[in-house]
């Protein structure tokens, strides 16, 4: 029997927060704790690989999506991907795009940001997997879409972000320098919000419940594979 939409959720990001890959993985605890400078490089590395196509995940979600208030809040969220503030009236800034601000932190690490060396950065295998999910999105069935953009990325990304934010500044890093976990911790906590509301139209039966929390975790999974990857590369640049 189907649970409350309501209930469903909130049991739902209830386990997400359980999850390892959001907050107790082993690499994320030695991270928080003993990341340096190469470490935090190592990092931004990998995760720019990911990060610099988010909009292509969420306007893969959103090309599959048949609703149209299901829609709403991918748009919305990928308006803010490319620097727009709603809230704000404000129209989309080249400065202020994600991949813009995430490219600061990664010259804070001292990463070359020119768009020739970082289109030669090597992905770990790991990431790739990571990566190549989320680049297939669009093949998904959209319940399951919308699980793993929602309650398996946006929703648990605050709680993520606070602990890799905490390693960067162990490794020497500004409030500046790491802005965009700073604004996605903000950010994201709303987004998280709306995917809830969002996926009402398609989490009234059993079968879009089970449906939305198979996207949620098999994404979650994905990313435990992603830190598996990056704990093995990062052991000899801990202290």
Not at 91 to 117: C, V, W, Y
Not at 154 to 173: D, N, S
Request: some cysteine; charged content about 25%; overall charge neutral.
């Amino acid at each position: 029997m189907a649970m409350s939409v309501d209930a469903f959720f909130d049991k739902l990001e209830a386990d997400v927060l359980k999850h390892p890959a959001v907050s107790t993985h082993s690499y994320l605890q030695k991270f928080s704790k003993r990341a340096t400078k190469a470490a935090a490089k190592l990092y931004g590395e990998q995760y720019y690989c990911f990060s610099r196509h988010f909009s292509r995940y969420l306007a893969g979600a959103v090309a599959i999506c048949p609703d149209e208030k299901g829609r709403a809040p991918l748009i919305k969220n990928l308006f803010e991907e490319y620097g727009g503030r709603s809230e704000q009236q404000k129209g989309m800034d080249a400065e202020l795009t994600h991949p813009a601000i995430f490219r600061k932190f990664l010259r804070s690490t001292g990463i070359d940001t020119s768009q020739s060396a970082l289109d030669k950065i090597v992905m770990l295998p790991e990431t790739k997997l990571f990566v190549e999910k989320y680049l297939n999105i669009h093949y998904m069935d959209y319940v399951e879409a919308l699980g793993a953009l929602g309650p398996g990325t946006e929703f648990m990304v605050p709680t993520m972000y606070t602990i890799i934010r905490e390693g960067l500044k162990h490794a020497g890093l500004s409030d500046d320098d790491v802005l965009f976990f700073t604004a996605h911790i903000e950010l994201d906590v709303e987004h998280a919000a709306n995917i809830r509301r969002s996926l009402e139209f398609c989490s009234q039966t059993e079968e879009q419940q089970a449906k939305i929390r198979k996207g949620a975790f098999d994404f979650l999974d994905t990313r435990s594979v992603l830190w598996n990857g990056l704990e093995k590369a990062s052991e000899k640049y801990f202290k």
